[in-house]
């Protein structure tokens, strides 16, 4: 296969995914709208977890929401936090607890009732993703899980699914990514003030 068919490939396979997610993912994505801004407004705070690619999501998505996705917004800043950041933390939780530890003990630390979880993990079986789900479970938080096709253990855990319609790992990060771009979006909107 040439670089053109290759690129042409895989282009046209993520385009595939993403018109998929019209029908797949619309419902999921606008209830988590609707949980999102509704904690927010209420001076909840939204966490963020997921291991590899998936970790660099959540401190994408967490980005957008504390500073803007949209240029054109003149919203406030929300309350949004990415649990896959603070290397002191996972390290010493890693060290001292076991991996599979390294986000239910953040949410057990800073989780409250009202505040919601993002669990992304590809597989559905991240373990301490699966872990940190339990945890917010535990304290009244909801948990929307981005996942690819099957819901595996962390969607037994979740309030939430939201399965982007495919089994490439690439397509399904690459769903979770846009998917988290829309959310903001409807969580801005939402939220905006009548001037804006």
Do not use: Y
């Not at 993912?25 to 801004?37: F, G, M, N, P, R």
């Not at 290397?87 to 003990?105: M, P, Q, V």
């Not at 948990?143 to 319609?165: S, T, Y």
């Amino acid at each position: 296969m040439s670089d053109d068919e290759r690129i042409r490939t895989a282009l046209e396979s993520s385009a595939r995914t993403k018109t998929a997610m019209i029908s797949a993912c619309s419902t999921a994505l606008k209830t988590a709208a609707d949980w999102i801004a509704q904690a927010m407004s209420r001076e909840r705070t939204l966490l963020l977890c997921g291991n590899g690619g998936s970790a660099a999501d959540c401190q994408h998505l967490a980005t957008e929401f504390v500073v803007r996705l949209s240029a054109d917004s003149r919203r406030g800043a929300l309350p949004a936090l990415a649990l896959t950041t603070d290397t002191s933390t996972l390290t010493a939780a890693a060290n001292d607890f076991g991996f599979e530890h390294i986000f239910s003990r953040q949410v057990e630390a800073l989780g409250r009732p009202g505040d919601v979880l993002i669990a992304i993990s590809t597989s559905g079986r991240s373990s301490n993703v699966v872990a940190a789900a339990r945890a917010a479970r535990d304290r009244g938080m909801k948990v929307i899980a981005f996942l690819g096709e099957e819901k595996r253990e962390l969607g037994d855990m979740a309030d939430l699914c939201l399965c982007i319609p495919a089994s490439d790992s690439q397509r399904v990060q690459e769903g979770h990514i846009t998917a988290g771009h829309i959310l903001v979006g409807l969580v801005e909107s939402r939220l905006a003030s009548p001037r804006e």
